[in-house]
C-alpha cells in the first residue's frame, strides 16, 4: 500500500531553516505530482508547494521554500528558509490522485496523505 512518512519538523525561531522530508513507499515516485500542505490550528488545510513536471508554490511561501525531489532515495523534500512564526502548522505530505504533469493545488486533488510533522516558529 501506498505510505507517506514525514519527518524534520520541530521548534525553531523566526528566520531559521527546516528541512521536511517524505519518505515515499509502494507507489511509482515519479508519475505521480507530490505536494506539501500545511494547517493551522482552527484554519483549513492550505497548499503549500508541488513538484510534478515542474514546481508550483503558494505566494506566501516563495523565494522562501523549495521544493525537490530524490529519486535514488524516493523522498520530496521541503526546505524551509527565513521562516515566519505565520509559517507555523502542520505539515502533511501528500500524493496525487492522476498521474500526469500538472501540480494541483486542491486538497481534493491528492488521494493518500502523511501523518503529518509539526513546524513551530517562535518570534
Known amino acids: 500500500q501506498v505510505q507517506l512518512v514525514e519527518s ?10 527546516l528541512r521536511l522530508s517524505c519518505a515515499v513507499s509502494g507507489t511509482t515516485f515519479n508519475t505521480y505530482a507530490m505536494g506539501w500542505f500545511r ?7 492550505e497548499f503549500v508547494a508541488g513538484i510534478s513536471w515542474g514546481t508550483y508554490y503558494a505566494d506566501s511561501v516563495k523565494g522562501r521554500f523549495t521544493i525537490s525531489r530524490d529519486t535514488t532515495k524516493k523522498t520530496v523534500i521541503l526546505q524551509m528558509n527565513s521562516l515566519k512564526p505565520e509559517d507555523t502548522a502542520v505539515y502533511y505530505c501528500a500524493r496525487a490522485r492522476t498521474t500526469g ?14 501523518q503529518g510533522t509539526q513546524v513551530t516558529v517562535s518570534s
Do not use: D, F, I
Not at 494547517?39 to 488545510?45: N, S, Y
Not at 500538472?102 to 502523511?114: K, M
Open 101 to 114: 504533469g500538472n501540480t494541483p493545488t486542491s486538497t481534493a486533488a491528492y488521494e493518500y496523505w502523511g
Open 39 to 45: 494547517q493551522a490550528p482552527g484554519k483549513e488545510r
Open 8 to 17: 524534520g519538523g520541530g521548534l525553531v525561531q523566526a528566520g531559521g531553516s
